[in-house]
C-alpha cells in the first residue's frame, strides 16, 4: 500500500467562530518537498501547527505515515520544526544549540542518545550545512544565513520523519534567501525526506515545490507541480497569485467563435472553441500570461488578428524586456525577448498566442 506520509482528513480549525481551516483535504506523498502558498492570513500557519501537534483540529483527523496522530502531543509525532525567528539560545554554542534536543532527550524521553552519537549527528549536520568551522561560536558572532543554518542542523540533527517550515527564509535578504533555497534543494535531495513548507512567496514555492497547495482563506484551491499550477491554473485566484508579473485579465464576451472585447475581437482557434460554445453570449474572463504577447514581427508564423498597441513604458531588465501597452483603454503587460526593440510613446502590432490563453466564467477555469 502506497500510504501519505501525511494526511489531512476533512479537517476543520475554528478559533471560537472564526474559521481558519475549512475541510483540508491533503495528502503528501513520502520524500515530497510539499509547498503550502497562500496569502496572509489564508491558514498556512495554522495548517502546519496542526501537523506538528501544536494546534489542535476542530473537526477531521491526521494521519503521519499509518498513524493517526490527531490526540498524539507534539513530542510523540518525530516531526521538527524550523520557524523565520529561529529561536536560537544565545549563551549556547552552535554546538551545544544542535546537541540540545538530543541531550533533553535523555531526561524521560523515549530514546536516550550517547555522547559519541551525538557528536556524530552534529558533526554530518554541520557539514551538510557547511559550519564545521562554526561550532564553537555563539548565535550573536553569526550572520543571518549562518544562524538559519545553525535553526536547519538542529532539525536534522533529530533526524525527523517530516520536515515542517515556516518562511524560514522570509528574515533573510535576496541575494541570501535564493543560496538558501538551493541549499534546501540540496538538503531535500540529500536526506530523501518529507518536508512541509509554508510560504507566502510564489517564487519560492515554485523553485522549491514538488507539489503545492495553494490556499485562500482557509481554503484548498488547487493541488498542483508548479509547472501544471502555472500552466493550467484552475480559477483566478491561482492564475492571478502564481506567476510574476501576473497575467494580463480582461472582460470579453463570446460571440460566433470571437472574444469580443471593447474595440477589437480575437478568434478563438476552432477546436477551443468546440469545447466551451456552451458559453455563447456570455461574459467571460480573458487571461494572458505577459510572454504570451507577441511582437508581430517576431511572431509571424502565428495565426491570429494583429492588434494595435502605444507603448506606455518600457523596461529593459538584460534578459528580457517588459513593455507596458495600451490597446484602447486596456492595459497589457508584454514580456519580451530581448532583440525586440521597442520605445516609448511609439506603436507597436501585437499578437496574442491564443494556445496559451485562459478563459475564466464566474472565477473557474475553462480554457
Ligand atoms: P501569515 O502568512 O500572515 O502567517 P497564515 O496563512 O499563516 O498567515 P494563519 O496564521 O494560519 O495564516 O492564520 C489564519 C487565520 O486564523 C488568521 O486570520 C488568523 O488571524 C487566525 N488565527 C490564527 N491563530 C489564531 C488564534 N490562536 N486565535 C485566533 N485566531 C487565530
Redesign the pocket.
Known amino acids: 500500500m502506497n500510504m501519505a506520509e501525511v494526511k489531512f482528513e476533512n479537517v476543520t480549525k475554528k478559533?471560537e467562530d472564526?474559521t481558519?481551516v475549512e475541510n483540508l483535504n491533503l495528502e503528501i506523498k513520502d520524500g515530497e518537498f510539499f509547498v503550502i502558498l497562500?496569502p496572509?492570513?489564508?491558514?498556512?500557519?495554522?495548517?502546519l501547527r496542526m501537523i506538528a501537534g501544536l494546534e489542535k483540529p476542530t473537526e477531521g483527523k491526521i494521519f503521519i505515515g499509518e498513524d493517526d496522530v490527531t490526540e498524539l502531543p507534539p513530542k510523540e509525532r518525530n516531526v521538527a520544526m524550523v520557524f523565520q525567528n529561529y529561536a536560537l539560545y544565545p549563551h549556547l554554542t552552535v554546538y551545544d544549540n544542535m546537541a540540545f534536543a538530543l541531550k533533553l532527550r535523555r531526561k524521560g524521553f523515549r530514546r536516550v542518545y550517547s555522547r559519541e552519537e551525538i557528536d556524530e549527528r552534529v558533526r554530518n549536520a554541520a557539514k551538510m550545512l557547511h559550519i564545521e568551522d562554526q561550532l564553537e561560536k555563539k548565535p550573536g558572532q553569526l550572520s543571518g544565513g549562518q544562524r538559519q543554518r545553525v535553526a536547519l542542523g538542529r532539525a536534522i540533527v533529530r533526524n525527523p520523519r517530516v520536515f515542517l517550515f515556516d518562511e524560514p527564509l522570509s528574515n533573510l535578504d535576496a541575494k541570501l534567501r535564493m543560496e538558501m533555497r538551493v541549499e534546501l534543494k540540496k538538503l531535500h535531495q540529500a536526506l530523501g525526506v518529507t518536508m512541509v513548507y509554508?510560504t507566502?512567496d510564489q517564487l519560492e514555492a515554485m523553485t522549491l515545490g514538488n507539489r503545492i497547495a495553494v490556499?485562500n482563506k482557509?481554503e484548498v484551491m488547487q493541488v498542483d507541480d508548479p509547472i501544471t499550477l502555472y500552466n493550467n491554473p484552475r480559477n483566478l485566484f491561482v492564475a492571478k497569485f502564481i506567476g510574476s508579473p501576473e497575467m494580463n485579465m480582461f472582460d470579453c464576451t463570446l460571440n460566433a467563435g470571437y472574444l469580443e472585447f471593447d474595440g477589437f475581437k480575437l478568434k478563438v482557434p476552432e477546436d477551443i472553441y468546440e469545447r466551451i460554445k456552451e458559453y455563447e453570449g456570455k461574459t467571460l474572463t480573458f487571461g494572458i500570461r505577459p510572454e504570451d504577447v507577441l511582437d508581430s514581427l517576431f511572431a509571424k508564423e502565428l495565426d491570429g488578428e494583429r492588434i494595435e498597441a502605444k507603448i506606455e513604458v518600457i523596461e529593459p531588465v538584460g534578459s528580457e524586456t517588459f513593455a507596458h501597452l495600451k490597446v484602447g483603454e486596456m492595459e497589457i503587460l508584454a514580456r519580451f525577448p530581448p532583440m525586440v526593440r521597442v520605445s516609448a510613446g511609439e506603436s507597436m502590432k501585437i499578437v496574442f498566442n491564443m494556445r496559451k490563453m485562459h478563459l475564466f466564467i464566474d472565477g473557474e477555469a475553462i480554457v
Not at 40 to 47: D, L, P, Q, R, V
Open positions: 478559533f472564526f481558519a497562500g496572509s492570513g489564508s491558514g498556512k500557519t495554522t495548517t509554508v507566502h490556499l482557509g
